[in-house]
C-alpha cells in the first residue's frame, strides 16, 4: 500500500479527500491539520505521496515542501490550493513540488495526478549506482546531464511570459514533457494543458477536432462541439508533430494566433481565444519551409523561442540515471525488487544508439525487468534485436553496385528490424510504433512495401 499524507486546515477537506482516494483501497492514508505539525512530521518518515495545501493556517504550505524533500528527495509533494496564487504555486512548483491542484478537483483529476506522481516521481530514482545519484527531474522528465539542464535553466526563465514556443527533437526525446513544464511554471498552470496530435487524424476530422463545429455542419453533425482550442482557453495548447499539419490548417491555425479568435465549422460567430501555443516537432521545419510544406509566416509566429532536446546518444550521461528511475518504478509498482544491472548490462545500455531515445530505453528496461530471474539485470536479459548490432554483408552483395548493395542492407534491416517488433508487441501497430519511435502511418507504409505478416 502506498503510504499517502494529507495536509489541509479544513476538517472538510481532508475527509472529502480520503473519502475519494478510499475509492481505490490502495492508500494507507493520514491526515494532518496542523502546518507546524506538518514540517516537523514529514521529517521523521517517508510518504509516497504528500498533498499539502498551499496554506495551512499562518504556514506556507512551500515550507511543507521544503521540509519534506530535505528529509527524504524521493517524496513526491502535490501542492493543492483555493486561492489560485500564481506566484505561490511557481514557488512551489521551483523548490520542488511534484505538481499543483486548483480546488475544488475532481476525483478523476486527483487520482490521474497521483498515477503521475507514482509512474514518474517529482524526483529520480535514488540508487546504489552513482550515475543515478545526482539525477534531477521536472513533470516526470529525468536528467542530470548538463545539455538538459541548460534546457531546463531556459524553461524557468520563459515559462512566466506569454511567447510561444516551438519544441524539436526525434520522437521520443520528451517534448511533451518539457512543454508541460513549461506550462506547470507558467501563470497559466491553474488553466488545462491541451495536447493534440496532428497527424493523428484525417484533415476532414482534424479541423472539427481543432476548431469546433456547429450542429448540422456536416454529416453527423448532430449538436454543436467545442474544439480543443477552446478548452485550452485560457491555458496552453500543445500541438505535437505540428510538420505534419496541412496547409489549409496552417493557414487557419496563423489566423487564429494573430486574431485570437476562432470559427467553428459551419459557424458564423467569431469566438475569442486567449492561449498559449507551444508545439513540437521532430522534423525539420526551415527545410519544410523551403520546400513549400510549411507556411514561413507560421513558422515564425510558432519559434518565438525555440528548444532543441538533444537525442539520448547526445547525452549518454542521462542513460544510467533514467534506467535506474525505471527500474525503481517498476520494482515499486510490481512489489518485486530488481536492484540494479550489472557492469555489462550497463555498458550494453550506454553504447546502444537509442534510435527510438528515452521512449525506447523505458520499454526495454521494462521488458528486462520481466524477463529477469534474479535481483540484478544481465547482459542476457536485455533484449536487443541481433539487427541493431550488425547487419551481414555477403559476398554477392559486396559485388554488387553501392546504390543496389546499399538498397538489399536497407530492406533486409527495414524487414528484420520490423518484424522483431511487431512479433515482440503482438502486432499492435500503436506499440510497435513508440518502440521504433517513428509514426503509425511509417509502420504501416514498410508492412506494405515489403508485404510483412502480422499477426494482431
Same mark, same amino acid.
Do not use: W
Given at each position: 500500500m502506498k503510504k499517502i499524507l494529507i495536509i489541509d486546515d479544513e476538517i472538510e477537506m481532508l475527509k472529502s479527500i480520503e473519502k475519494i482516494l478510499k475509492q *481505490?483501497?490502495?492508500?494507507?492514508?493520514?491526515?494532518?491539520?496542523?502546518?507546524?505539525?506538518?514540517?516537523?512530521?514529514v521529517q521523521t518518515k517517508p510518504f509516497d505521496i504528500i498533498l499539502t495545501d498551499l496554506r495551512i493556517g499562518e504556514i506556507s504550505g512551500i515550507k511543507v515542501v521544503q521540509s519534506a524533500l530535505s528529509a527524504f528527495p524521493e517524496s513526491n509533494v502535490i501542492v493543492i490550493s483555493g486561492y489560485g496564487t500564481i506566484e505561490s504555486s511557481v514557488e512551489a512548483m521551483k523548490a520542488g513540488a511534484f505538481d499543483f491542484l486548483e480546488k475544488p478537483f475532481s476525483a478523476k483529476k486527483l487520482f490521474d495526478c497521483f498515477d503521475r506522481a507514482l509512474s514518474h516521481g517529482a524526483h529520480a530514482s535514488k540508487s546504489s549506482a552513482a550515475q543515478a545519484d545526482n539525477a534531477? +527531474?521536472?513533470?516526470?522528465? %529525468?536528467?542530470?546531464?548538463?545539455? /538538459?539542464?541548460?534546457?531546463?535553466?531556459? #524553461?524557468?526563465?520563459?515559462?512566466?511570459? $506569454?511567447?510561444?514556443?516551438?519544441?524539436?527533437?526525434?520522437?521520443?526525446?520528451?517534448?511533451?514533457?518539457?512543454?508541460?513544464?513549461?506550462?506547470?511554471?507558467?501563470?497559466?498552470? #491553474?488553466? !488545462?494543458?491541451?495536447?493534440?496530435?496532428? $497527424?493523428?487524424?484525417?484533415?476532414?476530422?482534424?479541423? +472539427?477536432e481543432l476548431f469546433g463545429h456547429e450542429r448540422g455542419a456536416f454529416t453527423g453533425a448532430i449538436k454543436t462541439k467545442p474544439g480543443l482550442i477552446e478548452f485550452a482557453d485560457q491555458g496552453t495548447f500543445f500541438l505535437d508533430e505540428i510538420g505534419?499539419?496541412?496547409? +489549409?490548417?496552417?493557414?487557419?491555425?496563423?489566423?487564429?494566433?494573430?486574431?485570437?479568435?476562432?470559427? *467553428?465549422?459551419?459557424? =458564423? =460567430?467569431?469566438?475569442?481565444?486567449?492561449? *498559449? %501555443?507551444?508545439?513540437?516537432?521532430?522534423?525539420?521545419?526551415? =527545410?519544410?519551409? *523551403?520546400?513549400?510544406?510549411?507556411?514561413?509566416?507560421?513558422?515564425?509566429?510558432?519559434?518565438?523561442?525555440?528548444?532543441?532536446? !538533444?537525442s539520448l546518444r547526445e547525452r549518454k550521461e542521462d542513460i544510467l540515471p533514467?534506467?535506474?528511475?525505471?527500474?525503481?518504478?517498476?520494482?515499486?509498482?510490481?512489489?518485486?525488487?530488481?536492484?540494479?544491472?550489472?557492469?555489462?548490462a550497463e555498458d550494453i545500455l550506454i553504447a546502444n544508439d537509442w534510435q527510438g531515445n528515452v521512449r525506447e530505453l523505458q520499454n526495454m528496461i521494462s521488458r528486462s525487468y520481466y524477463l529477469c530471474s534474479t535481483k540484478i539485470i544481465q547482459k542476457s536479459d536485455l533484449p536487443l534485436p541481433a539487427s541493431r548490432h550488425c547487419i551481414e554483408i555477403n559476398q554477392q552483395n559486396i559485388n554488387l553496385p553501392f546504390k543496389n548493395a546499399k538498397d538489399v542492407i536497407l530492406e533486409k534491416f527495414e524487414v528484420e528490424y520490423l518484424t522483431y517488433?511487431?512479433? $515482440?508487441?503482438?502486432?499492435?501497430?500503436? =506499440?510497435?510504433?513508440?518502440?521504433?519511435?517513428?509514426?503509425?502511418?511509417? /509502420?504501416?507504409?514498410?508492412?506494405?512495401?515489403?508485404? %510483412?505478416?502480422?499477426q494482431e
Open positions: *481505490r483501497n490502495q492508500y494507507e492514508i493520514e491526515l494532518l491539520q496542523d502546518g507546524q505539525e506538518a514540517i516537523n512530521y534531477k +527531474s521536472i513533470t516526470g522528465f %529525468i536528467y542530470s546531464s548538463d545539455k /538538459i539542464q541548460e534546457i531546463i535553466d531556459m #524553461v524557468y526563465k520563459i515559462a512566466p511570459g $506569454n511567447m510561444n514556443v516551438l519544441i524539436t527533437g526525434e520522437s521520443g526525446t520528451g517534448k511533451e514533457l518539457i512543454a508541460r513544464a513549461i506550462h506547470s511554471l507558467s501563470r497559466r498552470l #491553474v488553466n !488545462p494543458f491541451v495536447p493534440v496530435n496532428c $497527424n493523428a487524424l484525417p484533415e476532414n476530422l482534424f479541423e +472539427s505534419d499539419l496541412s496547409l +489549409s490548417l496552417q493557414a487557419k491555425l496563423l489566423r487564429m494566433i494573430e486574431d485570437h479568435k476562432i470559427r *467553428r465549422v459551419g459557424g =458564423q =460567430q467569431e469566438i475569442n481565444i486567449d492561449v *498559449r %501555443i507551444i508545439s513540437a516537432t521532430n522534423i525539420d521545419l526551415t =527545410q519544410a519551409v *523551403r520546400d513549400k510544406k510549411f507556411r514561413e509566416d507560421l513558422y515564425y509566429r510558432l519559434n518565438t523561442i525555440h528548444i532543441e532536446i !538533444p533514467l534506467a535506474y528511475h525505471y527500474l525503481k518504478e517498476l520494482s515499486n509498482r510490481n512489489e518485486r525488487d530488481i536492484s540494479g544491472f550489472s557492469p555489462e517488433h511487431l512479433k $515482440n508487441n503482438h502486432g499492435n501497430i500503436s =506499440q510497435t510504433a513508440l518502440d521504433c519511435g517513428i509514426d503509425r502511418r511509417s /509502420i504501416h507504409r514498410l508492412i506494405k512495401k515489403y508485404n %510483412i505478416v502480422y
